[in-house]
T-cell receptor, first 112, second 113 residues
C-alpha cells in the first residue's frame, strides 16, 4: 500500500531564505506526483505536476524534482516571502488503481 | 473560468439526517473524487469516478455513497451521518492520463452533532 510521507511537518524560516520541502513515497508505480498549496480554511491550489517520466518542473520561484527510484520528491522555494506561508502537500497519482495518495503536508511559516 | 464548485461550504446537521454535498466541474474532466481532511490524518480519498456511471471506493468509503449520472456532477451522499464524519470535505476533478493536474473545490466543512 502506497504511503506518502512529508518531512518536516512544520517549518519556520526567515524571509528571503531558500528552502526545501521533502516528500517520500513507498511505491514507485506512479503516474505523476503533484505539489499543492493550501491556505487555512481554503481549498488546494496546484503548484507543480511532475509526470513519472520527468525529473523536474519549474514555475517561477518554485522547482519540484522527482526521483522515482529512490521514492523522493522535493519542492524548492527560492527567496521565500511571507506570502509563501501555507501548508504544502504532495500527492502521488497511482497507476495501479487510479487512487491519489496525499502526504500530511508541511506547514510553512515565513518570518518577516 | 475553470473551476470545481462545492455546495454547501458549511453545514451543521444532526446524527442520522441524510445529506448531500454537491460537486460540479466545468472542465469536462473524466476523473472526479472526494476527500476528507482531518487533523493529523491529512487528506484521504473517499470515492472516485473515472467516468459516467463508473465509481470506485477510495481508502475511507464507509458511511458514504456517490453517484455519477452526468460527467460534470459527482455528489457525495451521507445516508445517516454520524459525528465521526465531522470533517472538511474536498471534491476534485482531473483528466485521465499522466498529465493529470487535479483541480480542487473550496471545501465543505461538515459538522455532525
Amino acid at each position: 500500500k502506497q504511503e506518502v510521507t512529508q518531512i518536516p511537518a512544520a517549518l519556520s524560516v526567515p524571509e528571503g531564505e531558500n528552502l526545501v520541502l521533502n516528500c517520500s513515497f513507498t511505491d514507485s508505480a506512479i503516474y505523476n506526483l503533484q505539489w499543492f498549496r493550501q491556505d487555512p480554511g481554503k481549498g488546494l491550489t496546484s503548484l507543480l505536476l511532475i509526470q513519472s517520466s520527468q525529473r523536474e518542473q519549474t514555475s517561477g520561484r518554485l522547482n519540484a524534482s522527482l526521483d522515482k527510484s529512490s521514492g523522493r520528491s522535493t519542492l524548492y522555494i527560492a527567496a521565500s516571502q511571507p506570502g509563501d506561508s501555507a501548508t504544502y502537500l504532495c500527492a502521488a497519482d497511482m497507476n495501479r488503481d487510479d487512487k491519489i495518495i496525499f502526504g500530511k503536508g508541511t506547514r510553512l511559516h515565513i518570518l518577516p | 473560468e475553470a473551476q470545481v464548485t462545492q455546495n454547501p461550504r458549511y453545514l451543521i446537521t444532526v446524527t442520522g439526517k441524510k445529506l448531500t454535498v454537491t460537486c460540479s466541474q466545468n472542465m469536462n474532466h473524466e476523473y472526479m473524487s472526494w476527500y476528507r481532511q482531518d487533523p493529523g490524518l491529512g487528506l484521504r480519498q473517499i470515492y472516485y469516478s473515472m467516468n459516467v456511471e463508473v465509481t470506485d471506493k477510495g481508502d475511507v468509503p464507509e458511511g458514504y455513497k456517490v453517484s455519477r449520472k452526468e460527467k460534470r456532477n459527482f455528489p457525495l451522499i451521507l445516508e445517516s451521518p454520524s459525528p465521526n464524519q465531522t470533517s472538511l470535505y474536498f471534491c476534485a476533478s482531473s483528466t485521465l492520463g499522466v498529465n493529470t493536474e487535479a483541480f480542487f473545490g473550496q471545501g465543505t466543512r461538515l459538522t455532525v452533532v
